[in-house]
T-cell receptor
Framework: EPEVTQTPSHQVTQMGQEVILRCVPISNHLYFYWYRQILGQKVEFLVSFYNNEISEKSEIFDDQFSVERPDGSNFTLKIRSTKLEDSAMYFC???????????FGDGTRLSIL | GQQLNQSPQSMFIQEGEDVSMNCTSSSIFNTWLWYKQEPGEGPVLLIA?????ELTSNGRLTAQFGITRKDSFLNISASIPSDVGIYFC????????????FGQGTRLTINP
């Protein structure tokens, strides 16, 4: 069964450094998403992306965050200057349409030191 | 913002027992989804519900989309050890926004 893949599985970064999290969505999906989950808490929406532009973003997704689909298969989340509170699991998801269920990758654990 | 209230937060049961958990909200949702998350993994889709009143099964799992479109429940019958994990409800809002709103999760622990 096709799946969403994310790399790396764990990223350790110094505070203030830039980090790029990578995702390969399911190949025929058109809608892409990033969510984050702080340890022990619920999953929170960050951003949705369709047709090469952001369709919605949450208040968490401030100017330090950006997303890009640099080619036909990858979808990336960049955090420009990381803060301690950015430490979390970051999940990529994709769906065929905006109404179809979203399928999640196994996440990248981001640890900011 | 929109909130989903999921209960219970945790459950400790014996193998073979049935389990029930639910989510409620003050907002109306187009779609309700139930996911399971195991340690070190992402949420895995269990059941998707698209119509108010819809009752859907997936093996030992049964979920319903409430008539008011503001609530949903998930039942697991005859629990087995591999049912252990955190179960999340999630809703897609009316109005075209594609973001999923998640509940706080129900942590299920099973004593063999």
């Amino acid at each position: 069964e096709p799946e969403v893949t994310q790399t790396p599985s764990h990223q350790v970064t110094q505070m203030g450094q830039e980090v790029i999290l990578r995702c390969v969505p399911i190949s025929n999906h058109l809608y892409f998403y990033w969510y984050r989950q702080i340890l022990g808490q619920k999953v929170e929406f960050l951003v949705s992306f369709y047709n090469n532009e952001i369709s919605e973003k949450s208040e968490i997704f401030d100017d330090q965050f950006s997303v890009e689909r640099p080619d036909g298969s990858n979808f990336t989340l960049k955090i420009r200057s990381t803060k301690l509170e950015d430490s979390a699991m970051y999940f990529c998801a994709s769906s065929g349409t905006g109404e179809q269920p979203q399928h999640f990758g196994d996440g990248t654990r981001l640890s900011i030191l | 913002g929109q909130q989903l209230n999921q209960s219970p937060q945790s459950m400790f049961i014996q193998e073979g027992e049935d389990v029930s958990m639910n989510c409620t909200s003050s907002s109306i949702f187009n779609t309700w989804l139930w996911y399971k998350q195991e340690p070190g993994e992402g949420p895995v889709l269990l059941i998707a519900l698209y119509k108010a009143g819809e009752l859907t099964s997936n093996g030992r799992l049964t979920a319903q989309f409430g008539i008011t479109r503001k609530d949903s429940f998930l039942n697991i019958s005859a629990s087995i050890p591999s049912d252990v994990g955190i179960y999340f409800c999630a809703g897609l809002l009316v109005g075209g926004a594609q973001k999923l709103v998640f509940g706080q999760g129900t942590r299920l622990t099973i004593n063999p």
